[in-house]
């Protein structure tokens, strides 16, 4: 069922805004929910403010920041491929980001953390053009596509195995940045994601009109007067910057870039003008829940969201396949 953007987008912003006081609210000690809103507006001397403004509102964050670029990433890909199963993932982009990052870590340990973000990037769009390269030598469809992405994200993870065994000493640096896991995320670790997620984000907005041209195939596009294959790079561009931003300071965490993207089209229809604001919306509450849940499975240890997201996605990435496969 379609509802009203009208009232759904601010219902989605109400929920995020939730999904946040919980996180600043929960872990390995519990703070009330009415002392964790007060003291996020007005911090103190308290023990429990401290926690919330050291601690966990830049591991909120980051979560948000990072589910919010990984959504619209996914919807970004999912539209100019005019593919259902596409995903930062699925597509190898967040392998391809991570072994980029580790090559840098290991191979260039004097390089500025504010690199990462670019490398990340060139190792991700070197992946999804290695995706698609594969993909179109036997003709591309959906599942084509995916599978393609699948061994090259293997590809590349095999890489990362082997590049962290032979060099296991200077790897140990990467290993907390790669880990699929939000726990310890700085002030200083959002600062260097903020400009390029941010900006990302808003120039996927202003992209949006773009995409829903794509998304109506070549020969339409083209009638109507589109650059088809300058929208479709810059596009691509904008999802896998989105996901390398991601990927750079929480490591890869699959399957985000999957669900959201379905999941705001169903809410709220295919125009990407509605369906990528909706998607960031979803993106960071979804991921900062995610985040919440994976402190409290096992606490006061914790389990990397990773994982967690991955129990939720692999099911739901098999039921599309398997639709997709029947419309091949």
Not at 232 to 249: D, H
């Amino acid at each position: 069922m379609k509802l009203r953007p009208a009232a759904l987008l601010p219902l989605a912003a109400l929920t995020l805004l939730l999904s946040v006081l919980l996180s600043l609210a929960l872990g390995a000690t519990d703070i009330p929910l009415p002392d964790a809103a007060r003291l996020l507006l007005r911090p103190d001397d308290s023990t429990d403010s401290l926690v919330i403004h050291t601690l966990r509102l830049p591991r909120t964050l980051v979560a948000a920041l990072a589910g919010a670029a990984l959504g619209v990433s996914g919807l970004l890909l999912q539209g100019v491929t005019r593919n259902p199963l596409a995903d930062p993932g699925i597509l190898g982009v967040e392998a391809g980001g991570a072994l980029a990052i580790l090559i840098m870590v290991v191979f260039f340990p004097a390089a500025p953390a504010a690199l990462f973000v670019p490398a990340a990037f060139l190792g991700g769009l070197l992946a999804a053009a290695a995706a698609y390269g594969a993909a179109r030598t036997a003709g591309v469809t959906p599942l084509r596509l995916a599978l393609a992405g699948v061994a090259v994200a293997s590809l590349a993870a095999a890489a990362t195995r082997a590049v962290q065994i032979l060099f296991e000493e200077r790897a140990q640096g990467a290993l907390f940045a790669l880990s699929g896991s939000l726990a310890g995320r700085t002030w200083e670790q959002l600062a260097q994601i903020a400009p390029w997620l941010a900006g990302g984000l808003l120039l996927s907005l202003l992209a949006a009109p773009r995409v829903n041209v794509l998304t109506l195939g070549e020969d339409v596009a083209r009638s109507l007067g589109a650059r088809t294959e300058r929208d479709r790079v810059i596009v691509t561009g904008l999802g896998v910057l989105l996901a390398a931003g991601s990927v750079s300071v929480c490591g890869p965490i699959g399957f985000v870039g999957l669900i959201v993207p379905h999941a705001a089209r169903a809410l709220i229809g295919p125009d990407h003008r509605l369906s990528l604001p909706l998607a960031a919306l979803l993106g960071a509450g979804f991921l900062t829940l995610a985040d919440t849940a994976a402190r409290l499975i096992d606490r006061p240890a914790e389990t990397p969201v990773g994982i967690l997201v991955a129990a939720v996605g692999a099911p739901f990435f098999v039921l599309i396949a398997r639709r997709a496969g029947r419309r091949d």
